[in-house]
């Protein structure tokens, strides 16, 4: 970590970091490590591979959140920032408007999948946690994050944009909220830093595009590669997911008609974001740059 960081910050800003190794699952060493910390950040629980179940993905998510959130407590911390999801801001699919902070997900809603209902699960038990132990907590809600990657081991969804510029033969129609990861981390620190968002939730994502749009503006901004831009059938990315865990967590959003709203973030905190065209290029490019596409 410290080498892949090494290319974006300078030697006396590496200095300042210390590095601890800790385990969602495991309880063990997360207080030793907060200790003396102003704040945590808690900024990711596992995307999962669309073969879990929703119960092996709600240990992860909501249990190691509460791994986290107790370790604060034991550490004397009480700022906690939390990166949630869009996932737990979900409608049902013919829902037809815009959504601010004040809605939340049924997790009973049968379209629902595994990865939506984890986060649902977490943010739900980090609130009711932070109400019952003293924590001073936020959440952030981004939808799908795309930006520059630090390394191939720290893809997340990333590999999405990936797999275009390898030139995936169809691209499911399937819009998306894009949150840059670098908007992201700036919207973190500034909920941090501002003792007037406890106990406030924040979208993250209102900026909408499509993956058949993405694979037009690859196929045009880099004619080296061969990317494809020629869209599935809505019928048959349902069909194709009963046999490709990849694509299930993209079902429940084809038929989306509904957005989000970041006025909030925008607001109180004064946040910017990159544009969703910004956001992929900028991401497409580091990819390339780390060799993981053959031109």
């Known amino acids: 970590m410290r080498r892949e960081l090494s290319s974006f910050v300078n030697e006396e800003e590496l200095s300042h970091l210390s590095f601890f190794e800790a385990d969602l699952t495991s309880k063990r060493g997360w207080a030793e490590a907060m200790k003396g910390a102003a704040g945590i950040f808690h900024v990711a629980s596992p995307l999962g591979h669309g073969t879990e179940t929703a119960e092996q993905m709600v240990a992860v998510a909501k249990n190691g959140t509460l791994n986290v959130l107790q370790a604060a407590v034991d550490a004397g911390v009480d700022r906690v920032v939390m990166t949630s999801s869009q996932a737990a801001s979900t409608p049902l699919a013919d ?61 997340s969804s990333n590999r999405i944009l990936l797999e275009l510029l390898k030139g995936q033969p169809m691209i499911p129609q399937v819009p998306m909220e894009v949150s840059d990861v670098r908007d992201l981390a700036v919207l973190r620190r500034l909920a941090f830093e501002s003792p007037k968002v406890v106990g406030k939730r924040y979208l ?11 694979a037009r503006l690859y196929h045009d901004e880099f004619p080296q590669l061969r990317v494809n831009d ?23 959003m084809l038929n989306r008609r509904y957005g989000h709203s970041t006025a909030a973030a925008e607001k109180d905190l004064g946040w910017v974001q990159h544009s969703p065209r910004e956001t992929v290029l900028d991401a497409a490019k580091q990819l390339i740059k780390l060799g993981l596409v053959k031109k």
């Open 95 to 155: 829902f037809v408007g815009t959504l601010d902070e004040s809605f939340w997900s049924d997790v009973t809603n049968p379209e629902l999948d595994p990865y939506r209902i984890s986060k649902i699960e977490a943010e739900h038990a980090a609130w009711d946690f932070a109400k019952s132990h003293g924590l001073k907590l936020t959440t952030v809600l981004p939808g799908a994050i795309f930006g520059p990657a630090m390394s191939e081991r720290s893809m």
């Open 204 to 214: 993250a994502a209102s900026q909408r595009t499509t993956m058949p749009e993405i």
């Open 230 to 252: 020629r869209e599935m059938p809505k019928w048959l990315t349902r069909v194709a997911s009963r046999f490709v865990p990849s694509l299930r967590t993209l079902v429940p």
